[in-house]
C-alpha cells in the first residue's frame, strides 16, 4: 500500500500481501484482544484498590513502609515541625534573672535565652477560639485553650505535641511546685477534684476534692473558694477571708471584705504572719480576681475589661494606690498570669503591651521592649 501523495511504501521488505478476508479476520481479532486486555486490566486495577482499602468493617493494617497519616486538626499543623534557631545569641534581657522566657503568636512558641540571648521558634498552633492557658515547666511548655481543641506541649528544642492522657482531658490545668502542676475538671455539680501531674502526664499520686472551686495560690498550692469564703489547704486549711482573693503572690494574698454587703474592704495578707493589712488601693477592689503579686507583696497586677470586652492589665502600687502602668493585653488571654510574670526577686514584671513584650520596673515607671523583631503576641511564660 503506498502512502498518499506517492510516498514510499510501507511494507516495502514485509511479508506476502494478504487477502481482504484475511486482512477483516485480522482486525476483528485484534480489537477482540485489546477489549480483553482494557477488561482484565481493569479488573486488576479494582482489585489493587481494594486489597489497599481492604474492607469496610475490618480495615487492613498498613505496611510500616507506609505510616498512617497524622490526624489534620484545622487549627494547627498536620505534620510535626522542627524548631529553627532564630538567633544562637544575643544580648540578655536584664532583670529577670536566668532561665528562659517563653512568648507565643497565633502559630509560634519563642523560647528565649535571658542571659544567653538565643531565640528558638516552634510552630504551635491553638487558634484563637477561646482564652489559652501558657504554663512552663522544667524542659517544655503548655498551651491549654480552655474549650474543646486539644492542648499542645513544646519541648525544648523538640517539635509540639499533642497533650495526651489526663492533661488532655483536664478542663483546668494550674502551676504547682517542683517542675510539676494541678489538672483535673469538675466532679459534679457542687465539688471539684485536682490531680497532682508531671510534666510528662505521670501522677504524683497526689489528688484533692472538695465541695467549691480551686484557685492557684501563686506559690504552687491551692485555696478553695465555698460558700463560706476562701481558705488555704495546706497545713490545718485555716479560712484566710469570708470575702474575696483578688490576687495572689508567692508570700502574700490580696482580699477583699464587704461586711454586710457594706462598702467593700481592700487589704494585704501576709503569709507568714498570717495578718491583713488594710491597704489604700480602693481600685483594686473592682479586679474580678485572679492579679499575680510581686514577691515584696507591694505591687499587683491585674486585668480589668473595657465596655468593648477590650482587656487591659493595670500594675497598682499598693502602698499608695497608685498606677504605675497600665497595658493592653489580648482579649484571648486565660488570666493575667498567662500574659504577664514576675522575676524570681519581684523586682521587674514581664509582660504584653499591645502585641509587644515589654519589661517594666514598677518602682520607677521604667519599661523597655527587647530587641527581638518578633511578629504579634499572645502569651508570656517565665522560667526561672
Known amino acids: 500500500m503506498s502512502a498518499a501523495g506517492g510516498g514510499p511504501e510501507l511494507l516495502e521488505a514485509g511479508p506476502p500481501p494478504v487477502s481482504p478476508t484475511a486482512r477483516r479476520w485480522r482486525l476483528v481479532a485484534v480489537a477482540v484482544a485489546v477489549l480483553l486486555a482494557l477488561t482484565v486490566g481493569g479488573l486488576w486495577v479494582r482489585g489493587q484498590e481494594e486489597r489497599a482499602a481492604g474492607p469496610v468493617s475490618s480495615p487492613s493494617p498498613r505496611s510500616p513502609s507506609s505510616p498512617s497519616p497524622l490526624p489534620v486538626s484545622s487549627t494547627r499543623l498536620p505534620l510535626p515541625t522542627a524548631p529553627v534557631v532564630l538567633r544562637r545569641n544575643g544580648p540578655p534581657i536584664e532583670g529577670l534573672g536566668s532561665g528562659d522566657l517563653f512568648v507565643r503568636s497565633l502559630d509560634t512558641v519563642y523560647r528565649i535565652g535571658l542571659t544567653t540571648g538565643r531565640v528558638t521558634a516552634t510552630t504551635a498552633a491553638v487558634g484563637m477560639s477561646a482564652p489559652v492557658g501558657f504554663l512552663a515547666g522544667p524542659s517544655e511548655v503548655v498551651l491549654r485553650p480552655l474549650d474543646r481543641v486539644p492542648g499542645l506541649v513544646v519541648p525544648d528544642d523538640r517539635p509540639a505535641a499533642e497533650l495526651r492522657g489526663p492533661l488532655r482531658r483536664a478542663s483546668r490545668l494550674l502551676p504547682a511546685t517542683d517542675g510539676q502542676l494541678w489538672a483535673g475538671r ?87 504572719t498570717r495578718k491583713p493589712v488594710r491597704v489604700p488601693a480602693e481600685q483594686a477592689g473592682l479586679y474580678g480576681g485572679g492579679g499575680t503579686m510581686s514577691g515584696d507583696g507591694r505591687y499587683v497586677a491585674a486585668m480589668t475589661y473595657g465596655p468593648d470586652g477590650s482587656a487591659v492589665a493595670e500594675v497598682v502600687d499598693l502602698s499608695s494606690g497608685r498606677i504605675v502602668a497600665t497595658l493592653a493585653e489580648p482579649n484571648a488571654s486565660a488570666d493575667i498570669t498567662s500574659v504577664a510574670s514576675w522575676s524570681a526577686d519581684g523586682r521587674r514584671l514581664v509582660a504584653l503591651d499591645d502585641g509587644q513584650l515589654v519589661v517594666l520596673d514598677p518602682a520607677t515607671g521604667e519599661r523597655f521592649t527587647p530587641d527581638l523583631d518578633l511578629p504579634s503576641l499572645f502569651g508570656v511564660a517565665l522560667r526561672s
Open 186 to 272: 469538675p466532679f459534679d455539680g457542687r465539688s471539684s477534684r485536682l490531680t497532682l501531674y508531671h510534666f510528662d502526664g505521670t501522677s504524683s499520686g497526689v489528688t484533692v476534692q472538695a465541695n467549691g472551686s480551686f484557685l492557684p495560690d501563686g506559690a504552687g498550692g491551692l485555696l478553695l473558694v465555698d460558700g463560706g469564703g476562701v481558705r488555704e489547704l495546706v497545713g490545718p486549711g485555716r479560712r484566710i477571708t469570708t470575702g474575696t482573693v483578688l490576687a495572689t503572690g508567692p508570700h502574700h494574698y490580696l482580699l477583699a471584705d464587704c461586711p454586710g454587703g457594706r462598702t467593700c474592704i481592700t487589704s494585704r495578707y501576709d503569709r507568714r
